[in-house]
C-alpha cells in the first residue's frame, strides 16, 4: 500500500541542502502546504530524469555531428563515446553474432569483451539500426576491410542510428531504475531525485552499456524492499550477466539473512541468482565457447589502466626511473587480497552494528571497495555507486562531495587522453594523477559516511525516525534521574 499523501518526508523539512535551496522559492514546505493534484514526488523524479537524459545526449551533439570521426574533439568537448567505435569494431556493421565461431567473422573482427547481457543488448540494437536504415545489403560489406567499412557513407549514418538508438533504450531502462528507486523507501521518494538529477548520469550515461545493469541493481533493491527474494535474486542474476558488480549485493544479503536468521531467503536469492545467470549465458555458450570466455580472458590478462590508482603508483615509479611495472597477475591477486578483506570488514560491520544495515548501504560499500583497487576505473563506473549511494546516504552535501569528484575526474580523464594535461618537462601528467586520488577520496568519504551510519543508526537518515522515540525516552529519564 502507497503512503498517504501527507506520509511522504518532505526534502525542504528533511535534508539541510535542500532546505537552504528552498529559501529562494519562498522556504521549506509548511504543514499546510498544498499537494499538486498530478505531480506526484514519483512523477517529478522522473520528469527529472527525462530532462538529465536529454540533456546527456545533447552534451554529444558536437561527436555525433561529425559521427565521432574528429580524435581530437571527442577530447577537448569530452563527447566521447565506445558505441560508434564498436559498432564496426566488433561487427554489428554486418549484424555478427557476438559470439559466432565462423572463421571469416574471427579473422575480420575481435570478440565483444562484454558480459552476454551487454553483447545481446548491442546485437539487438545492431538489427534495429539496420531496419531503421532501409535494412541494406550486407553482403558487399564483407568483401571490404574494416577500416573502409567504417568510412562509408552508409555505415557512418548507421554508427549516428545506433548510437540513437541505445541512448533512447538507456532513456528508458534509466527512467525505470529511477521509478523503482523512488519506490524502495516508500515514505521517501524524493531520495530518487539525487539519481535523476545526478551530474554523473548526465555525462557518463552514454559513454558505454553500463546503465543496463544500473535498472537490474534499482530493481533487485526494490524487490528485496518488498520482500521477494526469488525475484531479487533473479534480477541480481541478469544483472550479473550485463556487468559482474551486481552480484556483490548478495554479499550484502547475506549479512541481512544472517543476522536475521532468514535462510529460507538466501538460498530462495542465491538460487534465483544463479539460474538466471546461467539461463542467460547459455545461447552464448552454446554458440561459441571460446568467444563466451573472452570476457574473463580479457579482464584477467589486462594491465593496470585508466583511473586505477595501480596506474598512478606504476607511473610514478617509472617517473623516477625505476622500470618496475606491476605485471596482471600481481595486479590480480593484490586487488582480490584487498577487496576480500574489504568484504571481511564490511560482514564485520554488519553483524556488528546496533541494527541491521540497509541492503542499499552494505551494497554501497562493497562495489565500492571493489572500485577503489580495480586495476581499471572508467568514468561511466560511476553509475555502478549512483542507485545505490542515493539510497545508502540520502544526503545532499555527501553525494554533492562524491560527485564532485567523479566530475573533475570526467574531465581530467579526457584532457589527460587528448594530451592536454602533459608537461612541457615530458612524461606523464601529475595532474592527473592527482585527479584519481581525489575521485578516490571523495568516494571514501561517502563510504565514511554510510559507514558511521551503519555503526549509529541515528545519523541514517532513514533510521532516524525510528531512533527519535528511544532518544526522546532517553532524555526524558536523564531529566527524571
Given at each position: 500500500?502507497?503512503?498517504?499523501?501527507?506520509?511522504?518526508?518532505?526534502?525542504t523539512s528533511d535534508d539541510p541542502v535542500v532546505g537552504a535551496l528552498s529559501e529562494g522559492v519562498g522556504g521549506p514546505a509548511g504543514p499546510r502546504a498544498a499537494r499538486h493534484p498530478w505531480w506526484t514526488p514519483v512523477r517529478v523524479v522522473l520528469a527529472m530524469t527525462a530532462v538529465v537524459m536529454a540533456l546527456g545526449m545533447w552534451q554529444k551533439t558536437n561527436c555525433y555531428d561529425d559521427t565521432w570521426q574528429d580524435g581530437n574533439a571527442r577530447y577537448t568537448h569530452m563527447c566521447y563515446s565506445d558505441l560508434p567505435y564498436l559498432y564496426t569494431g566488433r561487427g554489428f556493421a554486418e549484424l555478427s553474432w557476438p559470439y559466432s565461431d565462423d572463421a571469416q567473422t574471427?579473422?575480420?573482427?575481435?570478440?565483444?569483451?562484454?558480459?552476454?547481457?551487454?553483447?545481446?543488448?548491442?546485437?539487438?540494437a545492431a538489427w534495429v539500426t539496420h531496419w531503421l536504415n532501409g535494412s541494406p545489403d550486407i553482403e558487399p560489406r564483407y568483401s571490404q576491410s574494416v577500416g573502409d567499412l567504417s568510412g562509408t557513407a552508409p555505415v557512418l549514418r548507421e554508427m549516428r542510428i545506433f548510437v540513437i538508438v541505445n541512448a533512447l533504450g538507456f532513456a528508458a531502462l534509466t527512467l525505470l531504475a529511477a521509478w523503482l528507486l523512488a519506490g524502495v523507501n516508500r515514505r521517501r521518494p524524493w531520495d530518487?531525485?539525487?539519481?535523476?538529477?545526478?551530474?554523473?548520469?548526465?555525462?557518463?550515461g552514454?559513454?558505454?552499456?553500463d546503465l543496463v545493469a544500473v535498472?537490474?541493481?534499482?530493481?533487485?533493491?526494490?524487490?528485496?524492499?518488498?520482500?521477494?527474494?526469488?525475484?531479487?535474486?533473479?534480477?541480481?542474476?541478469?544483472?550479473?550477466?550485463?556487468?559482474?558488480?551486481?552480484?556483490?549485493?548478495?554479499?550484502?544479503?547475506?549479512?541481512?539473512?544472517?543476522?536475521?536468521?532468514?535462510?529460507?531467503?538466501?538460498?530462495?536469492?542465491?538460487?534465483?541468482?544463479?539460474?538466471?545467470?546461467?539461463?542467460?549465458?547459455?545461447?552464448?555458450?552454446?554458440?561459441?565457447?571460446?568467444?563466451?570466455k573472452v570476457?574473463?580472458?580479457?579482464?584477467?590478462?589486462?594491465?593496470?589502466?585508466?583511473?586505477?590508482?595501480?596506474?598512478?603508483?606504476?607511473?610514478?615509479?617509472?617517473?623516477?626511473?625505476?622500470?618496475?611495472?606491476?605485471?596482471?597477475?600481481?595486479?590480480?591477486?593484490?586487488?582480490?587480497?584487498?577487496?576480500g578483506a574489504w568484504c571481511i570488514g564490511v560482514l564485520v560491520l554488519g553483524l556488528t552494528s546496533p541494527s541491521?544495515?540497509?541492503?542499499?548501504?552494505?551494497?554501497?560499500?562493497?562495489?565500492?571497495?571493489?572500485?577503489?583497487?580495480?586495476?581499471?576505473?572508467?568514468?561511466?563506473?560511476?553509475?555502478?555507486?549512483?542507485?545505490?549511494?542515493?539510497?545508502?546516504?540520502?544526503?545532499?552535501?555527501?553525494?554533492?562531495i562524491w560527485q564532485a569528484g567523479e566530475v573533475l575526474y570526467f574531465a581530467?580523464?579526457?584532457?589527460?587522453?587528448?594530451?592536454?594535461?602533459?608537461?612541457?618537462?615530458?612524461?606523464?601528467?601529475?595532474?592527473?594523477?592527482?585527479?584519481?586520488?581525489?575521485?578516490?577520496?571523495?568516494?571514501?568519504?561517502?563510504?565514511?559516511?554510510?559507514?558511521?551510519?551503519i555503526w549509529r543508526p541515528r545519523h541514517d537518515p532513514v533510521r532516524a525516525a525510528e531512533w527519535e522515540p528511544q532518544l526522546r525516552t532517553t532524555r526524558s529519564n536523564a531529566v527524571a534521574v
Open positions: 500500500m502507497s503512503p498517504a499523501r501527507g506520509d511522504w518526508v518532505d526534502p574471427r579473422a575480420r573482427y575481435e570478440v565483444m569483451e562484454y558480459p552476454v547481457g551487454i553483447a545481446y543488448w548491442a546485437y539487438g530518487a531525485a539525487a539519481f535523476a538529477l545526478s551530474p554523473a548520469l548526465l555525462l557518463t552514454l559513454v558505454n552499456w535498472v537490474f541493481v534499482a530493481g533487485a533493491l526494490w524487490a528485496w524492499r518488498r520482500e521477494k527474494p526469488l525475484l531479487t535474486g533473479v534480477l541480481i542474476g541478469l544483472g550479473t550477466a550485463a556487468k559482474l558488480y551486481p552480484l556483490f549485493l548478495l554479499g550484502g544479503i547475506l549479512v541481512i539473512c544472517l543476522r536475521q536468521r532468514r535462510m529460507r531467503e538466501l538460498g530462495l536469492a542465491t538460487l534465483g541468482a544463479a539460474a538466471a545467470w546461467v539461463l542467460a549465458n547459455a545461447p552464448a555458450y552454446l554458440s561459441g565457447p571460446a568467444e563466451w570476457f574473463w580472458t580479457f579482464n584477467s590478462d589486462r594491465g593496470a589502466d585508466l583511473g586505477s590508482v595501480w596506474l598512478v603508483v606504476q607511473q610514478a615509479m617509472e617517473r623516477t626511473g625505476d622500470p618496475f611495472a606491476f605485471e596482471p597477475h600481481t595486479i590480480n591477486v593484490g586487488s582480490w587480497l584487498f577487496f541491521t544495515p540497509r541492503l542499499a548501504q552494505l551494497g554501497f560499500l562493497v562495489v565500492a571497495g571493489f572500485l577503489v583497487v580495480n586495476k581499471v576505473y572508467s568514468p561511466q563506473y560511476v553509475l555502478w555507486l549512483l542507485p545505490l549511494a542515493v539510497l545508502a546516504r540520502p544526503r545532499w552535501r555527501d553525494l554533492i581530467a580523464v579526457w584532457w589527460y587522453l587528448g594530451g592536454f594535461l602533459a608537461p612541457a618537462s615530458g612524461g606523464d601528467s601529475g595532474f592527473y594523477w592527482a585527479a584519481i586520488l581525489i575521485r578516490v577520496a571523495c568516494e571514501l568519504w561517502l563510504v565514511a559516511m554510510v559507514v558511521r551510519d
